[in-house]
């Protein structure tokens, strides 16, 4: 689930930061509280809601983003650079999920990451913006031992004053350790879950694209929404987890209201 709702997460900070374009100076913010419809776990094809809470501390060109389970700070005080630190909590995969076979494999605890982001962002067209972005995370909790790399492209556009649209592409590259811990299924695994062997490799884990919406009611208040959909790829693809018990097509939506200060 983490990947997912991170990038619905990211997109919708997006469409926020929209909302504090008008104030220049001073501490300011948005804090978006909704719902999000997600799968249980990564490469499931069973869905389920969960809360959402995200939003966006600006202090000049810095910032402090808080997204699904990713916290964010930009330290550069540069319209157009970012550049900072980031920490990330991958979800545990519990025994409460609607596959028995997968769930037969064990639980997976929290997994906490470490790393760094850098983006680069122009104006194009007037009030409409392009952004590229990359980032590292190194799991630093002992859970999975790997790391995940990420790259992305944005373009953010102002349809009117009242509302603006963000698009999001993205492509993930995980580890071996994050693939086996993730995507392999052990001898021990086969026989508890009925699942054939698997060793999942490194690779590629999955593109994706992502659209949202923002719309402002007045000067304080907002409504979100947003559409997301992500396809596994390679080796995480193939494992029996998604191609047996899942499945490599994963869909996310997100609706919530947001408060500006």
């Known amino acids: 689930m983490k990947t997912f709702t991170t990038l619905l997460a990211l997109t919708l900070t997006a469409t926020i ?12 913010g948005t804090v978006v509280a909704g719902a999000a419809y997600v799968p249980e776990y990564e490469g499931a094809d069973e869905q389920q809601i969960v809360p959402l809470v995200i939003g966006r501390i600006n202090d000049g060109n810095r910032y402090l983003a808080f997204e699904g389970p990713t916290l964010r700070a930009n330290v550069l005080d540069n319209k157009g650079l970012e550049f900072g630190p980031v920490i990330n909590i991958t ?9 028995r076979a997968v769930a037969r494999l064990g639980t997976i605890k929290d997994a906490v990451e470490v790393g760094v982001f850098a983006a680069i962002s122009r104006p194009v067209f007037g009030k409409d913006r392009i952004r590229l972005a990359i980032q590292g995370a190194q799991d630093v909790s002992g859970v999975h031992k790997g790391w995940l790399g990420a790259a992305s492209a944005r373009y953010a556009w102002s349809v009117s004053p009242r509302l603006s649209l963000v698009g999001d592409v993205t492509a993930t590259y995980a580890s071996g350790e994050y693939a086996r811990n993730y995507f392999t299924v052990t001898s021990a695994g086969s026989i508890a879950s009925g699942l054939p062997t698997f060793n999942a490799k490194s690779g590629i884990k999955d593109v994706g694209a ?10 304080r208040w907002s409504l979100f929404g947003i559409g997301a959909y992500k396809r ?10 998604v191609k047996g018990a899942g499945s490599p097509d994963q869909f996310v ?9």
């Open 17 to 28: 930061n929209t909302a504090a374009k008008a104030q220049d100076t001073g501490v300011h």
């Open 253 to 261: 939506g997100g609706i919530g209201i947001g408060w500006s200060f």
């Open 91 to 99: 979800p545990k995969r519990g025994r409460d999920i609607q596959s």
């Open 210 to 219: 992502s659209v949202s919406a923002r719309y402002a009611l007045d000067k």
């Open 232 to 241: 596994l790829a390679g080796s995480f693809a193939d494992s029996p987890i």
